[in-house]
């Protein structure tokens, strides 16, 4: 391919920006040729003017081909912007708003951590679920308030994540997907999901089907993550699975994410797990590697297959000291064998 890719940057907070230019810098390295367009948005910008985003700058992202951010969010203990503005107001908003609906989460142990060797990817719905804003609180402020945040599963949209789900564990070698969820108690939306794994995969015969309550599923990550192939999951459970995954495997600074659009109706998001760190900014000491996978996630979605595998393969074999070589020495590294 040699067709330029347009990108949206929002670096973000803390040492998002640096994790995310180290990425970028590795897509350069390949010759894949991107223009990249910045933005400045999160809590820095909040805190300067109280901008969070607006329908003009969502429908000039929705635009691009594909969307690279590295953090959102205030330093620990900075208490100036209410819970859920940039959350809501930024992420949630970007990802409903362009109909991000897979939040796929790879995972693969690295030497030393209790998942060594095992390699795994999360399928978590990214749009319904508890997530979805539905409830409110009646009463506000009084002895007798009721707060409800109701949990949205519809049809439609289990279905359309349960078919990602399948696709990608089709291409596996090791076929199987694990749906995880609480059917013995959350017996509506578990019932749902059930269903609806159970009709998709009629359509997938190699595909191994297992089932795991989310509870057992946490100690079955930490115990015995070889079992997992794909796993498919609703909106929360697949949020806190994803951390614990990233744990296991090695600490979420390892971990990539992409927030997609799989019919690229809109532009994808791209982004490290991890969070903005900002006691380490500027210090050269954030591991851009989970950047650096998001960016390989990034180039499959643009269809660069083989220099998202070379990124891969580099990552993959990367065994230098993090702590020794820093943001640009692992940025470096990575670019050096590929
Ligand atoms: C994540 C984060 C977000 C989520 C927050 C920041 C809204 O924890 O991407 O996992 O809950 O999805
Ligand atoms: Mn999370």
Redesign the pocket.
């Known amino acids: 391919m040699s067709q330029r890719h347009r990108i949206a940057v929002i670096g973000g907070d803390g040492i998002g920006p640096e994790v995310v230019d180290a990425a970028l810098s590795v897509i350069a390295a390949t010759g894949v040729e991107v223009d990249t367009t910045t933005f400045d948005l999160g809590a820095a910008r909040y805190l300067r003017d109280g901008f969070v985003l607006d329908d003009g700058t969502l429908a000039s992202l929705r635009d691009f081909d594909g969307i690279m951010l590295g953090a959102i969010g205030p330093a620990i203990g900075d208490t100036r912007i209410p819970g859920g503005t940039l959350?809501r107001g930024l992420?949630?908003k970007l990802r409903f708003s362009l109909d991000l609906y897979i939040n796929y989460r790879p995972f693969r142990g690295v030497p030393g951590s209790l998942a060594e060797g095992c390699e795994f990817a999360i399928v978590r719905e990214n749009t319904e679920g508890p997530y979805a804003g539905e409830g409110g609180i009646l009463r506000h402020g009084t002895a007798h308030e009721i707060a409800t945040q109701g949990s949205v599963n519809s049809r439609f949209g289990v279905e359309r994540c349960v078919r990602y789900a399948f696709a990608r564990a089709n291409r596996l070698e090791r076929k199987k997907l694990t749906l995880v969820h609480k059917t013995n108690v959350l017996t509506f939306a578990g019932d749902l999901w059930n269903r609806v794994v159970k009709t998709v995969s009629a359509e997938y015969p190699e595909v191994e089907v297992d089932y795991n309550h989310v509870d057992a599923a946490c100690i079955y990550l930490v115990e015995n993550p070889q079992r997992y192939g794909i796993i498919v999951t609703d909106n929360l459970f697949g949020?806190i699975l994803?951390d614990l995954a990233g744990a296991v495997t090695g600490g979420i600074g390892y971990s990539a994410?992409g927030n997609i659009n799989p019919e690229k109706t809109a532009a994808s998001i791209f982004e490290p797990?991890h969070g903005a760190a900002h006691d380490i900014v500027g210090q050269n000491k954030a591991n851009p590697l989970a950047a650096i996978s998001s960016a390989v996630l990034l180039l499959e979605h643009l269809g660069e297959t083989e220099a998202a595998a070379r990124i891969d393969v580099a990552v993959r074999n990367f065994d230098g000291d993090p702590n020794e070589l820093g943001t640009s020495g692992i940025t470096t590294y990575i670019q050096e064998r590929l």
Request: net charge negative; charged share 30%.
């Open positions: 959350e992420l949630l949020d994803s994410s797990v």
